[in-house]
């Protein structure tokens, strides 16, 4: 079983950045891929981007060119770097882990951008 903990949300405003941190722990050696979805209030839950452990990356249309994840082995450690942040990229961002056809998910953390 995989636990994940998320941190590096926070308020923000236009413009700004934020990075997130999602720390894997339990059996991480499971994990094929990692990603970071958000979840605005009243809209659906959607993938802002993933990692594989080849480091293949993939990103939603809105952030491409702003945001970037990337992944550190030893620490078993995800990060979505944002930048150039919008009021719409207001949302709770969670971080998830699949491995095999299980996917665990963190607890989730705020980001807000103040226009």
């Known amino acids: 079983q995989v636990q994940l903990v998320e941190s590096g949300g926070g308020l923000v405003q236009d413009g700004g950045s934020l990075r997130l941190s999602c720390a894997a722990s339990g059996n991480t050696f499971s994990v094929r891929a990692m990603a970071w979805y958000r979840q605005a209030p009243g809209k659906q839950r959607e993938l802002v981007a993933s990692?594989?452990?080849?480091?293949?990356?993939r990103y939603a249309g809105s952030v491409k060119g702003r945001f970037t994840i990337s992944r550190d082995n030893a620490k078993n450690t995800v990060y979505l770097q944002m930048n150039s942040l919008k009021p719409d990229d207001t949302a709770v961002y969670s971080c998830a882990a699949v491995a095999g056809y299980v996917t665990t998910w963190g607890q989730g953390t705020q980001v807000t951008v103040s226009s």
């Open positions: 990692i594989t452990d080849s480091g293949t990356t």
